[in-house]
């Protein structure tokens, strides 16, 4: 299976929203409540912000927020701060088979 | 607090093995899932397989003929194995600690595996 799909980049002004879009299938995605959104900053790990679609762990701001309609889901952070500046990367499971496909990953700007 | 850290050569020849160690502190290593994932330098993630204590280990389909995973719960311990290495196989190897089949919640700091004559 493909990859999940995800725009390269999106920007915004401090205080702004931008939303990251994740375009699976059917058989990921649209199937299962099982997408994940992970942040990235330059050398560092990535670290969990949504689960399950739309869950927060602890510790992460209400200003990010998880929704899906269909085959897509998408990742919204609200109130831009410089230090959202990052790489997102979306994770969908995809049944027993392939288990997990990742997204190529979004870069985002604060301007 | 729980901690994942990542063990093992940095260099690896072509066509030799890749072995790494997670080494897992402050949750018992019987309780939860565990993943691998790499990083290619400059590109996304890419899910390698994970293990847990009861069932069999389960393999990203495209590296499923040259990963090995194993669990040592004695050492608190999981460990990959990837067989007849190439240069696309040069990446950041990470271990997570895997919620079921949900996400992985909880990530080591990487180690940056090249593989080079």
């Known amino acids: 299976q493909s990859a999940l799909s995800q725009p390269r980049s999106v920007s915004g002004s401090p205080g702004q929203s931008v939303t990251i879009s994740c375009t699976g299938t059917?058989?990921?995605?649209?199937?299962?409540?099982?997408v994940s959104w992970y942040q990235q900053h330059p050398a560092t790990a990535p670290k969990l912000l949504i689960y399950?679609?739309?869950q927060r762990p602890s510790g992460v701001p209400d200003r990010f927020s998880g929704s899906k309609s269909g085959n897509t889901a998408s990742l919204t952070i609200s109130g831009l701060q410089a230090e959202d500046e990052a790489d997102y990367y979306c994770?969908?499971?995809?049944?027993?088979?392939?288990?997990?496909?990742f997204g190529g990953g979004t870069k985002l700007t604060v301007l | 607090q729980v901690l994942l850290q990542e063990s093992g050569p940095r260099l690896v020849k072509p066509s030799e093995t890749l072995s790494l160690t997670c080494t897992v502190s402050?949750?018992?290593?019987?309780?939860?899932?565990w993943s691998w994932i790499r990083q290619p330098p400059g590109k996304g993630l890419e899910w390698i397989g994970y293990?847990?204590?009861?069932?069999?280990?389960h393999y990203n389909p495209s590296l499923k003929s040259r990963v090995t995973m194993s669990l040592d719960t004695s050492k608190g311990q999981f460990s990959l194995n990837l067989d007849s290495v190439n240069a696309a196989d040069t990446a950041v190897y990470y271990c997570?600690?895997?919620?079921?089949?949900?996400?992985?919640?909880?990530w080591g700091r990487g180690t940056l595996v090249t593989v080079s004559s």
């Open positions: 997570t600690r895997t919620v079921g089949i949900r996400y992985s919640d909880l």
């Open positions: 399950d679609v739309t």
């Open positions: 402050g949750v018992p290593i019987t309780a939860s899932f």
């Open positions: 293990i847990f204590q009861t069932g069999s280990p």
């Open positions: 994770c969908s499971y995809a049944g027993t088979y392939t288990f997990w496909l």
């Open positions: 059917s058989s990921d995605v649209g199937h299962y409540n099982f």
